[in-house]
């Protein structure tokens, strides 16, 4: 190590170092407490869930649900977008569903998300923009329900609800799910959204099982999703 340039190895007490020392604690207690689990876990590769969720780091999938290495497969990208053009996410969700035969796929979404904080106050962060911009078109397209809403801390709330349920229903209309569930495959997509504040997750009540049409689901569920938001907090739907 000694004649290492590498920046990031002079310095042992930086610290990176301590995010190699937590490994190491981590995987010899883990190994202690469930022996053989890291062989086991390295022969196969069997998660039931995949999970959609933000690159925020407030949010760990693991961690939120309890669950150990090997349990969940993970796609984070900034505000939990699902897009057709978006090779990474769908070439994630097509491994997970034809080869990892994942049965559940959960888009979280999560109160205080920055990136849709900054969609609904048409703040500019850069290259990010052009991200962001799919879920200002979340906004565009229920901005009635959303500027209903007079307590903007609120509103903004609603709007990652409302991203989650369009990301839901974006993950529906793939031609990898359509495909999977016309051939019978045992496959739900499911809507939560993440309290910062809390640690909990809220589930929003979706659970789609089946081949759907597109406006149909989403009408549903963002009609079913605002019907329960007035019973909890006592307004008109
Ligand atoms: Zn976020």
New binding site residues.
């Given amino acids: 190590m000694s004649d290492c340039q590498d920046p990031c190895h002079q310095h042992p007490e930086s610290s990176l170092r301590r995010l190699l020392d937590n490994n190491r604690e981590w995987a010899e207690r883990l190994a202690a407490e469930q022996p053989g689990f890291f062989p086991r876990l390295a022969a196969q590769h069997n998660p039931e869930y995949l999970w959609i969720g ?3 780091s407030r ?1 760990p999938a693991n961690e939120i649900c309890g669950l150990l290495p090997g349990e969940i497969f993970v796609h984070r990208n ?3 977008i699902v897009l057709q053009s978006d090779l990474n996410c769908v070439s994630v969700i097509q491994f997970a569903v034809e080869v990892l035969k994942i049965k559940h796929i959960i888009v979280t979404g ?1 109160y205080g ?4 904080h900054a969609a609904l106050e048409e703040k500019r962060v850069g290259l990010a923009d052009h991200w962001i911009a799919h879920v200002r078109a979340v906004f565009s397209r229920h901005e009635d329900l959303l500027m209903a809403e007079p307590v903007r801390a609120e509103r903004e709330r609603l709007l990652c609800e409302l991203n989650v349920i369009e990301q839901v229903v974006n993950v529906c209309r793939l031609p990898v799910m359509q495909d999977a569930w016309n051939r019978g495959q045992e496959l739900t997509v499911h809507g939560w959204v993440y309290g910062l504040q809390d640690g909990k997750l809220r589930d929003l009540g979706l659970c789609v099982g089946e081949r759907r049409r597109t406006d149909a689901l989403r009408r549903e569920a963002v009609t079913a999703w605002m019907a329960q938001r007035a019973q909890e907090t006592g307004a008109p739907s």
Avoid: K, M
Wanted: glycine fraction near 8%; charged fraction near 10%.
């Fill in positions: 933000c690159s925020d949010v900034i505000a939990n999560h998300c920055l990136g849709v």
